[in-house]
């Protein structure tokens, strides 16, 4: 089934993301990680494409392929094109194909100043457009709610998630954001634009400092003054934080439920107590 398509028959869709695991450095099985969120119901479960070279891609299939077959979930596997040439492109999605796997969230991916990007593919939508025209998948893509980091303005930058979905994007998994004010603002910058897919809002809960410090480095979403005053109380006392950060989240989910959103995806850091912890807290919102 197309992502995009459970978005006809429920609302709002609770899904979650995971990443290839490594034990002592070593990729290692997803299973149990998925077993727990299984749990939960989810409508699907997003795999990161790994940085690392052709082990962790092959296992982002593999772990795509397992929650898809031993699990009975539909999976969304990530695709970034930057460091990948169109011969590459047409590789990875043979392998998809293969595998039954025909759900896809096209990303531009990260510069990497170690290694020249190729250059059949400058941006998203330039992706999404190839995948379009090589099989039968349905194409998801990222969306900033407060902007991406290098678009000039916010015109701009919904100028441009306008022509990822003119691709053929259609369905949207949002950037975490930290106040949900940014993500309704987002929505209706989006939906006068004539941006009408389903949109994703992705949550993540700040469980640590040290995760905190790197999130906002990586991705640049602005920590309310809520949570800051959060962080400064409970910053040295690592369980208070955890439980702190977990409300938090849980705070934003019910909110968002409340306001009628499309959907929740959380981002699980792999930790599948953390997300039934939350899940568990908005459970009785939504309509399983």
Known sequence: MSIADIFNTKKPVVSFEIF?????????????TIKSLKKLNPDYISVTFGAGGNSVNAMTWEIARSIRENFKI???VHLTCLSHSKEDIDEILEKLKKYGLYNILALRGDENPNAAAKEDFRHANELISYIKSRGDFSVSAACYPEGHSESPNLVQDT????????AGANHLISQLFFDNNFFYSFLDRARNAGINVPIDAGIMPLTSKKQIERM???????????????LDKYEDKPDALLDAGIAYALDQVIDLITQGVDGIHL??????????????????LIDL
């Open 20 to 32: 290839p695991p490594k034990k002592n450095g070593v990729l290692v099985n997803a299973d149990e």
């Open 159 to 166: 100028i441009y998630l306008k022509k990822k979905v003119d």
């Open 74 to 76: 539909e999976p969304i």
């Open 216 to 230: 906002v480095m990586l991705c640049g979403a602005s920590l309310p003054a809520k949570f800051k005053k959060v």
């Open 267 to 284: 981002y699980t850091m792999n930790n599948p107590i953390i997300a039934e912890r939350i899940y568990n807290g908005f459970s009785s």
